[in-house]
């Protein structure tokens, strides 16, 4: 039985209902850290700063809900990989342009690695041009 499959599920559960680091610290180390690839995450480096961007993503998507399609545990390399469509229409305030009305559907990964029981780092692999695109603030 995986020990990290439950804690990676909880956190994702959180994360991705935009309720912040204070639901999502218990699940991570002190000082886990965050990557990805993308100009709108460019200046995030800590998994706590990044759950807080996702907090406030609900602002101005605040139907904002997300689609699981696969999570998988590996234990020998203590990670978990989760693949999922986030989906929401921009109708709150907080954007890049006043609401649009525009609907986001946007595949994204994230793979969490673990030491111990608890999410030392994180990386999310999502093309963030394609969804500033579908929202219009590209």
């Not at 649009?100 to 608890?118: C, L, P, Q, S």
């Not at 692999?125 to 695109?133: E, Y």
């Amino acid at each position: 039985m995986s020990t990290i499959l439950g804690p990676a599920k909880q956190f994702f559960e959180a994360c991705e209902t935009g309720q912040g680091w204070d639901a999502c610290k218990s699940f991570c180390s002190h000082h886990a850290t965050f990557s990805s690839q993308t100009a709108a995450l460019s200046e995030i480096s800590t998994l706590e700063d990044y759950c807080e961007w996702m907090k406030n993503l609900f602002t101005p998507i605040p139907d904002g809900h997300y689609e699981l399609k696969f999570f998988a545990a590996d234990e020998n390399d203590r990670s978990v990989a989760a693949f999922a469509i986030f989906h929401g229409t921009q109708t709150g305030p907080g954007g890049l342009v006043p609401p649009t009305e525009n609907k986001i559907a946007a595949d994204y990964v994230y793979h969490m690695v673990f030491d111990g029981e608890r999410i030392k780092h994180m990386t999310k692999i999502w093309n963030d041009s394609i969804s500033m695109q579908q929202l219009g603030w590209g």
